[in-house]
């Protein structure tokens, strides 16, 4: 679907001049960690004197496929690692290149952290003493996290063939899918994250708002919550206000996307006034622009689609001479400036040549005809 700025009928000979090309589907940019199927590890590693093990080695090897990661110990003996796909997994632990110890079959929880800690002391004196039998208390604790194993496979396996339903596009089904996954584990951020998106693309916007709530509720209670996904989460969340015309609650969300991460800022206004414009919002999408110029002055592509926007507020004099909206041709010649030879250097120029002209209108009276003789 190609955008078209919203112009009034007075300006059509201004558009006449204007490059078809300059009319262009704009796509909310960056990827969309929402949609990520991963979790977390971390640990504390002690030697055998129990003291920290600065500098060791942790290799994290998957056990269904090969993949390899690898993170060092700090010089608390503290390791981390995000970003982790949901699997089995061999974690071992590496000084001067040897291997000093393992543990096997580790599982990474979908959106959570694992921890997994190191004690070589401990280690060495569960090796010396006999093997025990396990207590009542043992026996149903384990019995317990064997049925939380389970049920996370099942969990998952429903989650996945959402994605699977989300990526057809078949959203009902999705629907279903993840909704199904959400009862089996409640306390998982993306799985509501999943559930708002797919309520999104049916055009289902209050149920797409509470459900991002849910995630936010969720992510909230994590010590160690990933202020990024907050933040995207909160971004997510202004698009859709922006798409129900809420545009107060759609500045609300985006600001506080913007202070959890400063960063993206300038994307997350730049996808706000993207949605805007596909929606027919022209408006309200050129304030979205604004905010992502002021966020971040270096921001070709939202300069120039701010300059697009602008051409929609143009107004016309009684003399039929057409007057751009302040700040347009600046946009533009900024989009140069930033981008001289960038996607959009052909369009802008243009813009700028047709703005900075008189443009008469077809409402222009016709030029007055010599008075016949008597």
């Known amino acids: 679907m190609n955008v078209e700025v919203n112009m009034q009928k007075p300006l059509r000979a201004l558009m006449i001049c204007l490059s078809a090309s300059a009319l262009i589907l704009i796509t909310p940019l960056g990827p969309q960690r929402l949609l990520a199927q991963t979790g977390s590890i971390e640990g504390e590693a ?84 006999q093997p025990r039998q396990l207590t009542k208390e043992e026996v149903e604790a384990k019995a317990k996290a064997e049925e939380a194993m389970k049920k996370q496979d ?120 993207a949605v805007l414009v596909n929606s027919g919002k022209s408006a309200e999408a050129v304030e979205a622009f604004k905010k992502a110029v002021e966020a971040n002055p270096k921001n070709a592509d939202a ?19 057409t007057t751009p909206a302040p700040g347009t041709v600046e946009a533009f010649q900024k989009y140069l400036e930033l981008a001289p030879d960038g996607k959009y250097a052909a369009q802008a120029k243009s813009m700028i040549e047709a703005l900075s002209q008189t443009v008469e209108t077809k409402f222009k009276a016709e030029k007055e005809k010599p008075a016949k003789k008597k």
Request: aromatic content about 10%.
């Open 154 to 273: 099942t969990m998952k396996a429903h989650f996945d063939k959402g994605r699977e339903f989300y990526t057809a596009k078949q959203f009902d089904q999705a629907l279903e899918e993840f909704k199904r996954a959400s009862e089996l584990d409640p306390k998982q951020h993306v799985i509501f994250a999943n559930l708002a998106e797919s309520y999104k693309n049916l055009r289902k916007y209050d149920e797409a708002i509470e459900n991002y709530s849910k995630a936010l509720a969720i992510l909230s209670e994590n010590p160690k919550a990933d202020a990024q996904t907050e933040a995207s989460y909160h971004m997510n969340m202004g698009i859709i206000h922006g798409l129900s015309g809420k545009m107060d609650n759609a500045s609300t969300e985006m600001k506080k996307s913007a202070e959890l991460n400063p960063a993206n800022a300038s994307q997350a206004y730049y996808n706000l006034g």
């Open 46 to 129: 002690k030697g055998a004197d129990g003291t920290p093990l600065i500098g060791v080695l942790v290799k994290l090897d998957r056990k269904d496929i090969k993949q390899h990661f690898e993170v060092k110990t700090d010089k608390k003996g503290h390791y981390f690692h995000a970003g982790l796909p949901v699997a089995l997994y061999r974690v071992s632990f590496n000084q001067e290149g040897k291997e000093i110890f393992f543990f096997d079959n580790i599982k990474v929880p979908l959106g959570d952290t694992f921890k997994l800690d190191l004690n070589l002391k401990q280690e060495a004196e569960r090796a010396k003493s």
């Open 303 to 321: 300069q120039y689609q701010l300059g697009i926007s602008l051409t929609g507020m143009a107004t016309v004099t009684p003399e039929g001479k």
